[in-house]
C-alpha cells in the first residue's frame, strides 16, 4: 500500500541526512509504527508520506502512486492526518472540525451531517451532547477522539498519525490504544504510527520499523523483534525485559491449557495478557490461574510452566 | 455662555460646518481604509517572510514614534498642501499599528493547528482565509481600533496643511483667539476620536471567534 524506495532528506544545515536512503514496504491493512531514539528520522519519513517534506531523493509510493507525481492538495485530502497536539480549529464547532475534509471536498450538507454524527459515534463522543461545542470545553482524550474522527471523515485509505497518544495521561492513553486500535482494524486502515514509547509500539504494531540516524535498522512483527534483535541496538532499545514484553502480547486464553485440578484458587480473564497473568501467580504465589471468560466460565488454565516455555523456545 | 456661542456659530454657518465635519470624516475613513488596505495582507505576507519582516517591522515600529504632526509636516515639502497629502499623511500614520498587529496575531496562530490544516488538503490561501485569519482577526482588529483613533485624531492636523477637517476652526479659533470656533473643532473632533474607539472596540469583540471568547 505504502513503498519507499531509497527515501533520502536532508535538511539545510544538517551534518547528516534526516532520512538516508530508507526503504520499507507497508502492506495494505497493516500499522507499521515507526520508532527510534529523537532525530532518528521517524516523524520525517511519515511527513514526508504526504508531501509535508518532500524528499530529496528516493521514490514514495501510495497504492502504486508516486506521490511526487500528485498534487500535493489533493494527495493530503486522501490520507488521514493525525498529530500528537491534534490541532482542533478552535474558531469551528466540533461538528465543523469533524466535516473540514468532507467540506474541501464539496459534499453536499445533507451527506456532511450524517458522516459527522455517524464518526463522532464511532469514536464515542455523543454527536448530540458534543456537535454544537468548541474544541477548548474538550479534555485532551476528547481532542484526540475529535482529532481522529477528523481525520477518517472522508474515508481515506491511510492515515499517517504522529504520537497521537504522546500528550495524554497514561490511563486515558491505554483506554485509547484499545478502542482505537480496534476501530482502525475493523475499518481495515494502512496506518504509518509514529512514537518513541516501544510498549505502544509493541502493543499497537502489526510491523516495527526500528530507525536510527535516519536509517532502517530492523523491520518486524512485534514477536520476531522481541525474540530476534538484529543487533546490539535493538536489543537494547526494546529493552531488558523484552521476555515479559513477549508475553504482553499474548492473550491469556491464547495459551490455554486443560485443566487438571479440581479447582485453581486464582483466576485471570481471558483477555488479559499473559505477562498480567504472570503478575497475578508472582503475587498469589500460585503455579496456576483459572482462565474465564467475559461471563465468568472457566475456559482452562494457565501455568508458570507454560510462560516459562513460551519465554524460553522459538 | 462659550459653548452656546460655539453652538450659535454652528447655527449661523451649517454649511461650512457640515461640509468640514465631511472632509474630516472623509480623511479618517479615506485614511484608515488605505492602511487596511496595504497593511493587513502585508502583515499576512511578512509573517512568512522573516528577513522582509524585520525590516518592515522595525520602520513601523518607528513610524510609531513619529509625532503626527511631523508626519503631516513632512508631507507638505513632498506632495504640497490640500487633501492629498493630507489623506497620504493620515495614511502613514494608521500603518505601523495595523502592520504590527497583523504581523504579531498570524504568528501567533499555534502552529499545530496550522500544521493540522495543511496535513488535511487546505491549500496556503485556505489556510489564511478559513484558519489563520479568523483567529487573528481580535489582534488586527485592536491594532485597526489603535489606528482609528490616532486617524481620527492626526486629522485635525490637516488643517496645517490645508486638508481641511474640524482642525480648520481650531487653527483659526486659535489665530484670531476666538475661543467659541476652537470649540466648533475641538468638541466634535473629541466625540468622533471617542465614537471610533467605542466602535472598533465592538467591532474586535463581535469579530471574535466565538470558540475564543472569554466564558
Same mark, same amino acid.
Given at each position: 500500500m505504502i513503498d519507499l524506495e531509497a527515501v533520502t532528506k536532508r535538511f539545510a544545515? /544538517? /551534518? *547528516?541526512? /534526516?532520512?538516508? *536512503?530508507l526503504s520499507l514496504a507497508i502492506p495494505a491493512g497493516e500499522v507499521c509504527v515507526l520508532i527510534g531514539p529523537s532525530g532518528c528520522g521517524k516523524t520525517t519519513t511519515m511527513r514526508m508520506i504526504n508531501r509535508m517534506i518532500e524528499p530529496d531523493a528516493g521514490r514514495i509510493q501510495v497504492a502504486g502512486r508516486d506521490v511526487m507525481a500528485q498534487d500535493a492538495v489533493e494527495l493530503r485530502r486522501s490520507v488521514g492526518y493525525v498529530i500528537?497536539?491534534?490541532?482542533?480549529?478552535?474558531?469551528?464547532?466540533i461538528a465543523d472540525n469533524v466535516a473540514t475534509v468532507p467540506r474541501l471536498l464539496g459534499w453536499d450538507e445533507a451527506r456532511i451531517s450524517r458522516r459527522v454524527d455517524e464518526l463522532m459515534a464511532l469514536v464515542g463522543m455523543e454527536p448530540a451532547q458534543y456537535r454544537e461545542r468548541f474544541p477548548r470545553e474538550l479534555s485532551g482524550g476528547q481532542k484526540q477522539r475529535i482529532g481522529v474522527a477528523r481525520a477518517l471523515a472522508a474515508d481515506p485509505p491511510v492515515m499517517l498519525m504522529d504520537e497521537p497518544f504522546g500528550a495524554i495521561d497514561p490511563i486515558t492513553r491505554k483506554h485509547l490504544q484499545n478502542e482505537f486500535l480496534k476501530i482502525l482494524r475493523q475499518l481495515k486502515k494502512t496506518i504509518v504510527f509514529v512514537t518513541h514509547d516501544i510498549d505502544e509500539a509493541l502493543k499497537v504494531g502489526d510491523r516495527i520499523a526500528i530507525l536510527r540516524d535516519g536509517a532502517l535498522v530492523q523491520y518486524d512483527t512485534p514477536e520476531a523483534l522481541l525474540? *530476534?534483535? /538484529?543487533n546490539a541496538f535493538v536489543e537494547a532499545f526494546v529493552g531488558a525485559d523484552r521476555a515479559l514484553k513477549r508475553l504482553a502480547l499474548v492473550r491469556a486464553d491464547a495459551a490455554l491449557e486443560p485443566v487438571?485440578?479440581?479447582?485453581?484458587?486464582h483466576h485471570v480473564a481471558g483477555d488479559a495478557t499473559l505477562r498480567d497473568a504472570l503478575a497475578l501467580m508472582l503475587a498469589a504465589g500460585v503455579d496456576a490461574l483459572a482462565v474465564v471468560d467475559s461471563d465468568g466460565a472457566v475456559q482452562g488454565v494457565v501455568t508458570m510452566t507454560g510462560i516459562r516455555a513460551r519465554t524460553v523456545k522459538h | 455662555m462659550l459653548f452656546i456661542e460655539a453652538w450659535q456659530f454652528i447655527l449661523d454657518h451649517p454649511r461650512r460646518f457640515f461640509s468640514a465635519l465631511a472632509t474630516h470624516v472623509e480623511l479618517s475613513i479615506g485614511a484608515l481604509g488605505l492602511a487596511i488596505l496595504i497593511a493587513v495582507p502585508l502583515g499576512i505576507w511578512l509573517s512568512t517572510h522573516v528577513r522582509a519582516a524585520q525590516a518592515a517591522i522595525t520602520a513601523a515600529n518607528i513610524g510609531r514614534t513619529l509625532p503626527s504632526l511631523a508626519v503631516l509636516a513632512l508631507a507638505m515639502p513632498l506632495? #504640497?498642501? #490640500?487633501?492629498a497629502p493630507a489623506l497620504f499623511a493620515l495614511t502613514l500614520l494608521a500603518l505601523p499599528p495595523i502592520l504590527i498587529n497583523t504581523w504579531t496575531a498570524m504568528r501567533q496562530v499555534d502552529p499545530d493547528v496550522v500544521d493540522a490544516a495543511i496535513g488535511m488538503g487546505l491549500t496556503r490561501g485556505e489556510v489564511i482565509r478559513q484558519v489563520e485569519l479568523p483567529l487573528s482577526l481580535p489582534v488586527i482588529f485592536a491594532g485597526i481600533r489603535i489606528a482609528a483613533v490616532q486617524v481620527v485624531s492626526g486629522a485635525v492636523l490637516a488643517a496645517y496643511i490645508g486638508g481641511g477637517g474640524l482642525g480648520d476652526f481650531i487653527t483659526a479659533g486659535i489665530a484670531m483667539m476666538a475661543m467659541p470656533q476652537l470649540l466648533v473643532g475641538a468638541v466634535p473632533a473629541t466625540l468622533l476620536s471617542i465614537g471610533a474607539d467605542r466602535l472598533f472596540g465592538r467591532l474586535q469583540a463581535a469579530l471574535t471567534p466565538i470558540g475564543m471568547r472569554d466564558a
Open positions: 544545515g /544538517a /551534518a *547528516r541526512p /534526516a532520512v538516508d *536512503r500528537q497536539h491534534v490541532g482542533l480549529f478552535p474558531h469551528w464547532s525474540t *530476534r534483535p /538484529a487438571i485440578a479440581a479447582k485453581h484458587g | 506632495l #504640497g498642501t #490640500g487633501f
